[in-house]
């Protein structure tokens, strides 16, 4: 055994005191679910509790993970936003379905959210993007995103250029930016056990509303 294989197989996991979770105990719909989690996640203290990894695939099927910050959870889904010019942008217009998890280690849970991907009109994603902080408006507003770098020099004088853009005109929106909502097909809540007895709600979306029911570890 590797020095490394025997480290990870020595790292202890699912450390602490866990929340107890009863499948029976459950709303008819699961984002009410989640935004009890989500909370539960804040109160623990879990850092960035609303970062989520993204998963696209692109026209040839090949997939791509990223992680990215949840904007809202609504009766339409589940929103986060990017350029449309990005790598996830181009695969979204491609295969419009996506998919979510959200891992909060502490309390040993995660969600997983499924579904087709819509975009919203462009004044909520104008909205969105306006509501970003200046840095963040300033790197967008570039559109250079995933692209070669030669010079780490050439990143900030750009930016520093788009800084002062933004402050010229806080009204400037990129052209690009999109506000996305996962409108989800299946939603799976996970509560990790210490004795690896798992428990697993599923939530799918059917014609008369959501069905729930439970999952082998």
């Not at 709303?27 to 804040?42: I, N, R, Y």
């Not at 997939?63 to 010019?85: E, H, M, N, T, Y």
């Not at 040993?108 to 509501?131: I, K």
Request: charged share 25%; net charge neutral; no cysteine.
């Amino acid at each position: 055994m590797t020095d490394l294989r025997r480290l990870l197989r020595g790292i202890e996991v699912f450390a602490g005191d866990l929340p107890s979770f009863d499948p029976r105990d459950t709303p008819d719909e699961p984002a009410a679910l989640f935004e009890s989690w989500l909370l539960a996640a804040v109160r623990a203290g879990v850092r960035e509790p609303h970062a989520m990894t993204l998963s696209t695939a692109d026209a040839g099927g090949d997939p791509s993970a990223r992680v990215l910050i949840l904007k809202d959870v609504g009766p339409d889904g589940w929103q986060f936003a990017s350029d449309a010019g990005s790598p996830k942008g181009r695969d979204l217009a491609k295969r419009p379905y996506a998919a979510l998890t959200f891992y909060w280690p502490p309390l040993a849970r995660q969600v997983r959210v499924r579904g087709p991907v819509g975009t919203a009109d462009p004044e909520l994603s104008a909205a969105d993007f306006l509501a970003r902080g200046a840095e963040a408006r300033a790197e967008a507003l570039l559109g250079r995103q995933s692209r070669p770098l030669a010079d780490p020099a050439e990143r900030d004088a750009a930016i520093g250029e788009s800084l002062a853009r933004v402050a010229a005109d806080p009204g400037l929106v990129a052209r690009g930016w999109t506000l996305y909502t996962v409108r989800p097909e299946t939603v799976e809540f996970w509560q990790g056990d210490k004795a690896r007895r798992h428990t697993r709600l599923v939530y799918e979306r059917t014609t008369p509303g959501w069905r729930k029911h439970m999952l082998w570890p």
